[in-house]
C-alpha cells in the first residue's frame, strides 16, 4: 500500500509538472534557466523552501535535535532574518540589474576572471559537497522508511546505492530536460505536501508519546526532557550560544543571499515585487519550519529512548513507526519530491554557470543561446554523474550529515559572501582583491579546518591525558576549548577577507567605476510593504528566543 501510493503520487506531479511547462520555450536562455521571467510570489516561496528543506536538511537536523535538542533550531529561525535581509537589501540591487547568475554581477563588479573564479567554486561545492549529500541524506530516508534492505534481501550499503542512482537518474531527467519552470512547478506541489506531511510526523509522534492524547504528549515530553528545550548551546554544543552572533550569520547571508541555485528562483520572477513577496512568504514559513525539522528529532529521543545506531536514522525510523502505511508511501513521495527538487536545482543551476560563465568564455564566445543550453546540460550530467557516484561514501562522514554541510561550505561561503558584499558596498575596489580573497580566503579556511584545528586539539587532549584527567565530560571541554569553533572561525576569516579588499582598493583603486544599469525586461518596482513586513517576520524570531 505504502509503495503503491508513493508511486501514484510521485506520477501525478510529473504528469501536472509537464502540462504547466509544455508551452515555455525551453531553448532560450531565459526560458531554461528562468522560466521565462513569469513566476510568481507563491511559486517562488514553494520552490525556495522545497530547494532548501530537503531530506539533508530534514534528516540532517532532526538527527542533531535527536542528540542535542531545540538549541538547533537556530539554523532554521535565523534563516528567515537573512531571507528578510535579503529581500529588502540584495534584491532590488540584484534584479534592477537584469542578472541571471551571481558571478554575472560579479563580472560586471570586477572583472571575467572574477566570475570565472567564483562559477568553479560554485561548481565544486555543488558536485562535491551539496549534491552528494543531498543523494545520500534521502537514500537513506527511503532505505530506512521502506526497510528496503528486508524487503530486497540486499545490505543497507547496496540499499544506499541503489536509492543513490535511481533518485539521480529521475533527477537529470527533471533538471536538465525540464528546465527551472519544471522544477519551480514540481516544487509548489510538493511544497504543499512536505509541509503537511511534515507536520503529520510530530502530530502522529506526540499522540504516540501521550497514549493517543496530542496535549498529553507534548506535558510528556516537555517534562521527561527539559534538557532537550536548552536553547543555549554551551561550549561542547554544535551551535555554542556566542557563534550566533559571528558565522551563524554569516552562513545565512551566504546561502540566502549568494547562493546561485537559491536566487535563481527568485530571478525567474515577474517583477522585483512578485521576488520579494515570494521570499517574505518562505521567511516566515521558515520561522514555522522546527515543527518539522527539530521537533521530531527531540519526539524520536523519547520514543527510541536515546537509542539508535546512528542520530541520522532518528527521523525515518520515527516516520516509519508513526505513519500509517498509506500516509507513509504519501509523505515518502513528498519527501521523494524534496530531494528531486534540491538534486535538479543545483543541477540547473550547474548548468547556468557553466553555459553562461564559462562555456561561452572559455570555449566558444560566439555560441548561441542554443549551443549555451545544450553544454549546460551535458555538464548538468557530468557533474550529476559524479555526485552520484560519491554520494554513498557520505556514510563515513563522522559528525553527522548536517555539520558535514556546514563546515565543508565554510571554505566557501566566507570568501564569496565576501566579495559580493564589498561588491556591492564600495566602487573602488579592483578585481585582484577580489580574486586574492576568493583563492586566499577558501586556502585560509582549509588551513584552518583541516590543520590548525586538529594540531592544537591533539595538543590540549594529549596534555590533559598526560596530566591524569580522564573525565570525557572534561576532555570534551578541553577539545571544544583547545580551538575556535569553526563558525567562529568563519566570523573572524570574514573580517579578514573584507579587510584584505579594503586595503587592496586603498593601495590599488580600481579606475574605471561600476555603474549599475537598470533593466527593462521586468518591473523593478520595490514592493511597499516589504519593511513592515520583514520587521515583523524579525520580531517573531527574536520572540522565540525569549520564549525558550
Request: aromatic share 12%; glycine share 10%.
Amino acid at each position: 500500500m505504502g509503495i503503491l501510493s508513493f508511486i501514484g503520487f510521485t506520477l501525478l506531479v510529473a504528469v501536472y509538472a509537464w502540462w504547466k511547462t509544455r508551452s515555455t520555450d525551453e531553448k532560450s536562455a531565459d526560458g531554461y534557466y528562468l522560466g521565462g521571467r513569469s513566476l510568481g510570489a507563491i511559486t517562488i516561496a514553494g520552490s525556495l523552501l522545497l530547494t532548501n528543506l530537503s531530506a539533508e536538511q530534514i534528516v540532517g537536523l532532526n538527527g542533531q535535535a535527536f542528540s542535542e535538542g531545540i538549541l538547533v533550531m537556530a539554523w532554521e529561525t535565523l534563516a528567515a532574518i537573512a531571507m528578510v535581509l535579503t529581500a529588502i537589501w540584495l534584491l532590488p540591487k540584484y534584479m534592477k540589474g537584469g542578472i541571471t547568475t551571481i558571478p554575472e554581477f560579479i563580472e560586471k563588479r570586477f572583472d571575467e576572471n572574477t566570475k570565472a573564479i567564483l562559477s568553479v567554486l560554485f561548481l565544486i561545492a555543488f558536485s562535491i559537497v551539496l549534491l552528494p549529500t543531498i543523494l545520500y541524506s534521502g537514500s537513506l530516508a527511503f532505505s530506512t522508511m521502506f526497510d528496503l534492505p528486508s524487503l530486497l534481501g540486499w545490505s543497507q550499503s547496496a540499499s544506499i546505492w541503489l536509492c543513490v542512482w535511481s533518485i539521480g537518474l529521475i533527477g537529470i531527467i527533471y533538471a536538465i530536460f525540464g528546465g527551472l519552470k519544471a522544477v519551480a512547478v514540481s516544487d509548489l506541489i510538493n511544497a504543499i505536501g512536505l509541509l503537511i506531511g511534515g507536520l503529520l510526523i510530530p502530530y502522529f509522534g506526540l499522540k504516540l508519546i501521550g497514549d493517543g492524547s496530542m496535549m498529553d504528549g507534548m506535558h510528556t515530553l516537555w517534562t521527561e526532557n527539559q534538557d532537550k528545550f536548552n536553547v543555549t548551546g554551551g561550549v561542547t554544543s554544535s551551535i555554542p550560544v556566542g557563534t550566533i552572533f559571528t558565522g551563524m550569520m554569516i552562513a545565512q547571508m551566504y546561502y540566502w543571499g549568494t547562493n546561485q541555485s537559491i536566487l535563481q528562483r527568485v530571478f525567474g520572477a515577474k517583477s522585483l515585487k512578485e521576488g520579494q513577496k515570494g521570499m517574505m512568504l518562505a521567511a516566515f514559513v521558515k520561522f514555522l519550519i522546527p515543527v518539522i525539522v527539530v521537533l521530531p528529532g527531540i519526539i524520536a529521543w523519547n520514543v527510541f529512548n536515546g537509542e539508535l545506531s546512528s542520530a541520522d536514522r532518528a527521523y525515518p525510523e520515527l516516520v516509519r513507526k508513526v505513519l500509517p502505511p498509506a500516509l507513509l508511501g504519501f509523505f515518502a513521495a513528498v519527501l521523494f519530491g524534496a530531494v528531486l527538487s534540491s538534486f535538479n536545482s543545483l543541477l540547473n543551476s550547474s548548468a547556468t554557470l557553466f553555459g553562461f560563465d564559462l562555456y561561452k568564455k572559455f570555449f566558444n564566445r560566439n555560441a548561441s543561446e542554443l549551443q549555451t543550453v545544450k553544454a549546460g546540460k551535458l555538464f548538468g550530467f557530468i557533474v550529476a554523474m559524479i555526485s552520484m557516484t560519491i554520494a554513498p561514501f557520505i556514510a563515513n562522514a563522522p559528525a553527522g550529515l548536517f555539520s558535514y554541510i556546514q563546515q565543508a561550505l565554510g571554505s566557501l561561503s566566507v570568501p564569496i559572501l565576501a566579495v559580493v558584499i564589498i561588491g556591492i558596498l564600495t566602487k573602488k575596489v579592483p578585481a585582484i582583491g577580489a580574486k586574492i580573497v576568493l583563492i586566499g580566503g577558501v586556502l585560509m579556511y582549509l588551513i584552518s579546518l583541516l590543520i590548525l584545528g586538529p594540531h592544537f586539539t591533539n595538543k590540549a587532549l594529549l596534555e590533559a591525558t598526560t596530566n591524569g584527567i580522564t573525565d570525557p565530560d572534561q576532555l570534551a571541554i578541553i577539545k571544544a576549548e583547545a580551538y575556535p569553533h569553526f563558525l567562529h572561525v568563519m566570523g573572524i576569516l570574514f573580517v579578514i577577507n573584507v579587510a584584505i579588499m579594503l586595503i587592496v582598493g586603498m593601495w590599488k583603486p580600481k579606475k574605471d567605476i561600476y555603474t549599475p544599469i537598470t533593466t527593462e525586461v521586468i518591473d523593478t518596482t520595490p514592493w511597499k510593504y516589504a519593511f513592515a513586513i520583514g520587521g515583523l517576520i524579525t520580531l517573531l524570531v527574536l520572540s522565540t528566543y525569549l520564549i525558550f
